[in-house]
């Protein structure tokens, strides 16, 4: 009877923090030993925001090898994996943060990425899918991939891609697509692997993620543009893809760099003539900054605060996701972008991208000749 009762109790607490968007972590370490030596006294909950910079959201003493996590997902929230550190440089737990408990098992805190992560279904389903891919510590970062033998290995990993198109519905498919099998995939294949997650997952951030890298991967003139993530100077965050039915102007420039004052100078003539344009084109210039402080200042400066003529940063600097995503590795660099969301040009001089948009204007749509 105790038994069956504390079942009951079990099952009725589970099923309780489910109903109200909780998750309940709890942790048992059996060797608290890092790999330093110190003991771990304390663990942190973490994740990744947006420009990919880490934040803690929760924190637990460990006592006598046991810790516990108690988080409140808000309404409407997405199931996204968090990290649990405190081991060390560099060392930490892998789990997904989703309404229900989830135990973590991990024997030695010297090496953490061992740890067993079970209880909720996104949890068991990624522990799942690192059991058949028998690569539980490594990402796609860590691996040999200048390594031949490595390269075609992807004819090897025909049982980790069946796991995911069989879980094809599951928050964890597009991430671990994107971290285990993106590298080794062809376009075509990686794009038939994009097709195979399932439309429920359509908005959810592992999937855009995943959706951007795969047109990253084949990015040219023609193609669909990632739709890069552009958090505005007023503070609000959009996309690329708001700007759908018009001509974007994307300029990347950094502040003090001759080259993109020169280019700003000329990006003011364009501006008089898209005034002109009844809203057809716009202009959007991206910093290329990590001090975000002095980013309204630099637009004042160098005269760019004008009507209609829009300003992003995403604080990060040359790291910027929304560059890496485009192939920009310096600036000044311009991209050319038409009401689909297709690319015109990648790298045009000012000069041309002046002359292309008076062209399009006067209904010339030369870019449609081009080759893809």
């Not at 700007?243 to 994307?250: A, C, H, S, T």
């Not at 344009?277 to 975000?292: C, H, P, Q, W, Y």
Request: with cysteine.
């Amino acid at each position: 009877m105790k038994r069956l009762l504390t079942t009951i109790l079990s099952v009725a607490f589970c099923i309780a923090v489910s109903a109200q968007g909780i998750c309940v972590i709890n942790g048992a370490i059996a060797d608290v030993k890092c790999a330093g030596g110190e003991k771990v006294k304390k663990v942190f909950l973490v994740r990744a925001n947006e420009a990919g910079q880490v934040e803690t959201v929760a924190e637990s003493k460990v006592k006598k090898g046991k810790y516990t996590f108690e988080y409140r997902l808000a309404k409407d929230e997405p199931v996204l994996m968090y990290m649990i550190t405190g081991f060390g440089e560099d060392q930490g737990i892998e789990v997904f943060v989703e309404p229900g408990e989830v135990a973590v098992n991990t024997a030695s805190a010297a090496q953490p990425c061992g740890s067993v992560v079970t209880g909720t279904p996104t949890n068991d389903e990624y522990s799942a899918f690192k059991a058949v891919l028998d690569d539980r510590c490594k990402t796609a970062e860590e691996r040999p991939v200048e390594s031949q033998k490595y390269r075609e290995s992807i004819k090897t990993l025909s049982g980790a891609i069946r796991f995911l198109i069989d879980h094809n519905a599951s928050p964890m498919t597009p991430l671990a697509i994107e971290r285990y099998l993106l590298h080794l995939l062809t376009p075509a294949y990686a794009e038939q692997m994009l097709k195979s997650v399932s439309t429920t997952l359509e908005n959810h951030p592992y999937y855009l993620s995943l959706r951007n890298k795969v047109l990253a991967g084949n990015l040219k003139v023609g193609n669909e543009a990632p739709d890069i993530a552009l958090p505005m100077l007023g503070g609000e965050r959009k996309l690329l893809s708001d700007f759908r039915g018009k001509y974007v102007v994307l300029n990347f420039w950094t502040d003090g760099c001759e080259k993109s004052t020169s280019m700003i100078e000329e990006l003011k003539n364009l501006h008089g003539v898209i005034k002109e344009s009844n809203g057809e084109f716009i202009i959007v210039s991206f910093l290329l900054a990590t001090d975000k402080a002095a980013w309204a200042v630099a637009v004042e400066n160098n005269g760019m605060n004008l009507d209609g003529w829009l300003h992003a940063c995403d604080g990060v600097g040359t790291e910027s996701p929304a560059a890496k995503l485009l192939g920009v590795d310096k600036a000044p660099r311009i991209v050319l972008i038409e009401p689909e969301g297709r690319v015109v040009s990648l790298d045009m001089d000012i000069d041309e991208v002046v002359m292309r948009v008076e062209q399009i204007l006067s209904g010339d749509l030369y870019y449609l000749d081009q080759e893809e």
